[in-house]
T-cell receptor, first 115, second 111 residues
Framework: DAMVIQNPRYQVTQFGKPVTLSCSQT?????MYWYQQKSSQAPKLLFH???????NEADTPDNFQSRRPNTSFCFLDIRSPGLGDAAMYLC??????????????FGPGTRLTVL | QKEVEQDPGPLSVPEGAIVSLNCTYS??????FMWYRQYSRKGPELLMY????GNKEDGRFTAQVDKSSKYISLFIRDSQPSDSATYLC???????????FGTGTRLQVTL
């Protein structure tokens, strides 16, 4: 089945220790997104790629970086995690040009704990 | 004021009940409306997608959009315990592909 895969599902890191979250997709979609979702809150878009074109949201902290080495994979790097970065991180994809009509397909998420 | 308002619940209903979930929005540029279902500790799953005012039905689910009132609804008929989840409304328009989500309504269907 075509899908969006996130690894690991659960990640524990220490305050200030860099961490990388991984997303891969078999849908061959052009657009990939990273969202942060805190408990009982709406998913918040951090950034997205249209192919290799990186689009950062204005309020995404510099502590968050991303890489997309090829169509299938995308990584979220948190350079110095703080306690406030503990959240569920969701990867999503959408097809074609990233138009408003394109629906997004989400992975299962990675739950990040910061000690 | 948030662009999308959604009552967080929790909403508890007995099995077989009709459930009504709602969102209001303030941005007239929103043209496309979605409902996602999110089970605990899982990613959101697309349930319904519509772009025009009126009703769209899919099995036990009906999505309703009233653009004049900036109000959308999701109705679930004959609710089941497996429907217990958080339901997120989402919408976009104008800026390509960027979704704006509601905070989600947590639904519990009891036996």
């Amino acid at each position: 089945d075509a899908m969006v895969i996130q690894n690991p599902r659960y990640q524990v890191t220490q305050f200030g220790k860099p961490v990388t979250l991984s997303c891969s997709q078999t849908l061959n979609h052009n657009v990939m997104y990273w969202y942060q979702q805190k408990s009982s809150q709406a998913p918040k878009l951090l950034f997205h790629y249209y192919d290799k074109d990186f689009n950062n949201e204005a309020d995404t902290p510099d502590n968050f970086q991303s890489r997309r080495p090829n169509t299938s994979f995308c990584f979220l790097d948190i350079r110095s995690p703080g306690l406030g970065d503990a959240a569920m991180y969701l990867c999503a994809t959408s097809p074609t040009s990233g138009r408003a009509t394109d629906t997004q397909y989400f992975g299962p998420g990675t739950r990040l704990t910061v000690l | 004021q948030k662009e999308v308002e959604q009552d967080p619940g929790p909403l508890s209903v007995p099995e077989g009940a009709i459930v009504s979930l709602n969102c209001t929005y303030s941005n007239s540029a929103f043209q496309y409306f979605m409902w996602y279902r999110q089970y605990s500790r899982k990613g959101p799953e697309l349930l319904m997608y519509t772009y025009s005012s009126g009703n769209k039905e899919d099995g036990r689910f009906t999505a309703q959009v009233d653009k004049s009132s900036k109000y959308i609804s999701l109705f679930i008929r004959d609710s089941q315990p497996s429907d217990s989840a958080t339901y997120l409304c989402a919408m976009n328009g104008g800026t390509a592909s960027k979704l704006t989500f509601g905070t989600g309504t947590r639904l519990q269907v009891t036996l």
